[in-house]
T-cell receptor, first 115, second 112 residues
Framework: GAGVSQSPSNKVTEKGKDVELRCDPI?????LYWYRQRLGQGLEFLIY????????KSGLPSDRFSAERTGESVSTLTIQRTQQEDSAVYLC?????????????FGSGTQLSVL | GNSVTQMEGPVTLSEEAFLTINCTYT??????LFWYVQYPGEGLQLLLK?????DKGSNKGFEATYRKETTSFHLEKGSVQVSDSAVYFC???????????FGGGTRLMVKP
């Protein structure tokens, strides 16, 4: 597609359930990033991929969070045993490669609500 | 560690008013600085950027100058329009280039 695509756009789940969020980056983009935006707060870095490896996992909030990427394509962010504090917009971004000047392209996000 | 602080919103202006959204940062080394904009119902978009001290980024009438001496990157526009209503995020990218650090966002509301 022309841009970064995320699905679902909205997800409502019950506390304790697992959820999987999907990101389709722009074709050819080797770098992929996941961010979280809680209500009224700034963007929080979660994890980034260069190709299918994740050199920096420092932002993952807990071991309930995991992410994987297939080649230089789709990435999934999985949250196990969801908690109410996981409610947020989860944003994915991609760029041609990792680098200070590389422009990031963002998806529209997945709004996750944990009841 | 790196951090970005921007003024809290919402900022409410009348059309054609002058806009300033303050942004200051803390970082090691020489980061690149960015302003992103999020229009209602859309994803984040890069508005402008500056990669070294004294650089001025500009786009769509918006400007911001990388001030190393004051560690600031304030966003300005001389005459805002209703269509500028959005949330604006200041961000920096560290030397390794592997992640962006964002400010909390400032909501701008422009009334006709």
């Amino acid at each position: 597609g022309a841009g970064v695509s995320q699905s679902p756009s909205n997800k409502v789940t019950e506390k304790g359930k697992d959820v999987e969020l999907r990101c389709d980056p722009i074709s050819g983009h080797t770098a992929l990033y996941w961010y979280r935006q809680r209500l009224g707060q700034g963007l929080e870095f979660l994890i980034y991929f260069q190709g299918n490896s994740a050199p920096d996992k420092s932002g993952l909030p807990s071991d309930r969070f995991s992410a994987e990427r297939t080649g230089e394509s789709v990435s999934t962010l999985t949250i196990q045993r969801t908690q109410q504090e996981d409610s947020a917009v989860y944003l994915c971004a991609s760029s041609k490669r990792q680098g200070t000047d590389e422009k990031l392209f963002f998806g529209s996000g997945t709004q996750l609500s944990v009841l | 560690g790196n951090s970005v602080t921007q003024m809290e919103g919402p900022v409410t202006l009348s059309e054609e008013a002058f806009l300033t959204i303050n942004c200051t940062y803390t970082a090691t080394g020489y980061p690149s600085l960015f302003w992103y904009v999020q229009y209602p119902g859309e994803g984040l978009q890069l508005l402008l950027k500056a990669t070294k001290a004294d650089d001025k980024g500009s786009n769509k009438g918006f400007e911001a100058t990388y001030r190393k001496e004051t560690t600031s990157f304030h966003l300005e526009k001389g005459s805002v329009q209703v269509s500028d209503s959005a949330v604006y995020f200041c961000a920096l990218r560290n030397n390794a280039g592997n992640m962006l650090t964002f400010g909390g966002g400032t909501r701008l509301m422009v009334k006709p």
